[in-house]
């Protein structure tokens, strides 16, 4: 059994649903990349401690049951979601094409749902108020322009795009503090994010050897490097433990 409940979102387009959606044909031979993220070690307290929904009575009404933090997302035994997992290195020095569709970023139960996702440069970021209650939308990227923008009830949409790469900034909103995501912004279509399960598939990848890396927001990066010779799926699992205090 999941041991919190994991929100609705839609699933990122893999390398090769990408690649044929952007109209570019993958390699003749193209191998894969699967493998479970799981956590080894206790749940910290501040991970165990219900929101503050109460403090906004909206957001309260629109919720059953208590909510969790969204730091550390455990599944069936210890197995991690909300981890992002991407081709860090090995990939040919070439632009991808952006994908036209939209990644959708959604303020619901005064949550964002997902709450890590990536997206390609360029590629439309359209965040939604399905709310219907003021909320504020402040990113902090650090290399990419970043915005600060008011959503009233009334506004049900905003669009926006970054156009550098860029790993890992911080989305959160003014008017709930509680509220927060995770984006990263990819030259190339080669990421995932893995679900309460743990698991993950990255496909569509010609024969060579790459550094599959995964990032978690409180116990940072782990990275393998695997080798692909043809159209086999290889294996990469990772294992994240509590970080060690400092003495």
């Known amino acids: 059994m999941v ?9 990122f387009h893999l390398a090769a649903t990408l690649l ?3 109209g570019l044909a993958g390699p003749a031979l193209a191998g894969s990349i699967t493998g479970t993220v ?3 070690g206790p749940v910290p307290a501040s991970m165990k401690r219900p929101l503050r929904m109460d403090a906004d009575p909206v957001c309260a009404k629109k ?6 933090p969204e730091g550390l997302v455990l599944g069936e035994g210890q197995t991690l979601g909300n981890v992002f997992v ?7 020095d070439k632009e991808y094409p952006t994908p036209t569709e939209a990644v959708v970023l959604d303020q619901n139960g005064c949550k964002y749902i997902p709450h890590v996702m990536g997206l390609m440069i360029n590629q439309p970021l359209k965040i939604l108020n399905s709310d219907g209650l003021l909320h504020n939308v402040h990113s902090l990227p650090k290399i990419n ?3 600060n923008r008011a959503m009233p009830g009334a506004v049900k949409e905003a669009e926006f795009k970054f156009n550098k790469p860029e790993f890992m900034f911080k989305i959160k909103c003014d008017v709930h503090p509680w509220m927060g995501a995770y984006i990263a912004v990819m030259s190339h279509p080669y990421f995932t994010v893995t679900e309460p399960d743990g698991k993950f598939t990255i496909d569509g990848l010609a024969p060579g050897t790459y550094e599959i890396e995964v990032w978690q927001e409180k116990l940072k990066t782990k990275s393998a490097t695997i080798t692909i010779t043809g159209d086999e799926a290889q294996t990469a699992d990772f294992t994240f433990t509590p970080p060690q205090r400092k003495k």
């Open 3 to 11: 041991n919190r409940l994991f929100p609705l979102k839609k699933t």
């Open 20 to 22: 044929v959606a952007t």
């Open 38 to 40: 799981k956590y080894d």
């Open 63 to 68: 919720h059953t049951e208590p909510v969790l």
């Open 86 to 92: 991407h081709i860090k290195s090995g990939l040919p």
């Open 145 to 147: 322009a970043g915005f």
